[in-house]
């Protein structure tokens, strides 16, 4: 089993529509955790530190529950340019500060 | 240069040939990586740098070497390079903090094929 672990999808929405998905992690000392969005053929961007207490940016929600070990990301009124794949990645107290990587979740709104 | 800067953006390289990726960063990050990128495999760590003068490998090393001269830099060499080596090149960069909100930059990537 993967340490980082996403559904990968592909999520079929209608533009407009509300999506979730989810990115579970194994090891309870995770400590950082966060989602990148990636164009194809493109370089990961980070979209969202995930905290403690949720966080959210415009139609973006990020949850963390540590009890369940995953964190979530909520689209609202998704855009056609909200398509693409969506990385989840952690930090460990042990790892030395280094990411590790969910696969991916690849989301496709259609109009 | 804002960020990181990757070079070549593409090379198409015959088999057993040696080649280096250059990386470049101006935002005096500590810390340094090289991945890979291969269709339904996310992204796989080759090698690192905590800080300039160490590195250190990931999950793929083999086939590869890295150095850390200065703060700014991180070439990736492939010595003899073979047809798995084909793939996406990315290099990123942090700050190796705790509590970090930032994550990780990334390079826009180097699309290598091995022939």
């Known amino acids: 089993r993967k340490e980082v672990e996403q559904d990968p999808g592909p999520f079929n929405v209608p533009e407009g529509a509300t999506v979730a998905f989810n990115c579970t992690y194994s090891n309870s000392a995770s400590q950082s955790f966060f989602w990148y969005r990636q164009d194809c053929r493109k370089e990961p961007k980070l979209l969202m530190s995930?905290?403690?207490?949720?966080n959210e940016d415009g139609r973006f929600t990020a949850q963390l529950n540590r009890a369940s070990q995953y964190i979530s990301l909520l689209i609202r009124d998704s855009k056609l340019s909200d398509s693409a794949t969506y990385l989840c990645a952690v930090i460990r107290m042990d790892s030395n500060y280094q990411l590790i990587w969910g696969a991916g979740t690849k989301l496709i709104i259609k109009p | 240069i804002a960020g990181i800067t990757q070079a070549p953006t593409s090379q198409i390289l015959a088999a057993g040939r040696r080649m280096t990726l250059r990386c470049t960063q101006d935002?005096?990050?500590?810390?340094m990586y090289w991945y890979r990128q291969d269709l339904g495999l996310g992204l796989r760590l080759i090698h690192y740098s905590n800080t300039a003068g160490t590195t250190g490998k990931g999950e793929v090393p083999d086939g590869y070497s890295v150095s850390r001269a200065n703060t700014d830099d991180f070439p990736l060499t492939l010595a003899s390079a073979v047809p798995s080596q084909t793939s996406v090149y990315f290099c990123?960069?942090?700050?190796?903090?705790?509590?970090?909100?930032?994550?990780?930059?990334f390079g826009s990537g180097t699309r290598l094929t091995v022939v």
């Open positions: 990123a960069s942090s700050v190796n903090r705790d509590r970090n909100p930032y994550g990780y930059t």
């Open positions: 935002m005096r990050h500590n810390a």
């Open positions: 995930v905290y403690s207490s949720g």
